[in-house]
């Protein structure tokens, strides 16, 4: 059974600096397109970084550009998601997903798979 599992998440300043994880179990996870989803209270879900099979990276989310970074350590069969200069905008829940990295767009197939969310708060 394929798992993903967040952890990092937690309290933050802003400008400020945390990395979540995304680790995979039952898998192998550089076969796979990862995607970093983030809902803020009220909000709905959106899709704004992903890392390709064969390592490209792909933003979806101007905001976000020049503060994140995804990269993998397929030694570890983690996902990463480095986050600095952080801003209160950036509160949210943050979850790790299979998928596919298309030009505009990111696409979680009901085959794909979820992580459980982690908790991002940004203040000050």
């Known amino acids: 059974q394929v798992q993903l599992v967040e952890s990092g998440g937690g309290a933050a300043q802003p400008g400020g600096s945390l990395r979540l994880s995304c680790a995979a179990s039952g898998t192998t996870v550089n076969y796979y397109a990862i995607a970093w989803f983030r809902q803020a209270p009220g909000k709905a879900r959106e899709g704004f970084i992903c890392i390709t099979a064969s390592n490209k990276t792909k933003y979806y989310v101007d905001s976000v550009k020049g503060r994140f970074t995804i990269y993998r350590d397929n030694a570890k069969n983690t996902i990463y998601l480095q986050m600095n200069s952080l801003e209160p905008e950036d509160t949210a829940v943050y979850y790790c997903?299979?998928?596919?990295?298309?030009?505009?767009?990111?696409?979680?197939?009901?085959?794909?798979?979820w992580g459980q969310g982690t908790q991002v708060t940004v203040s000050s």
């Open positions: 997903a299979t998928g596919a990295c298309l030009t505009n767009n990111i696409i979680v197939s009901d085959k794909d798979y």
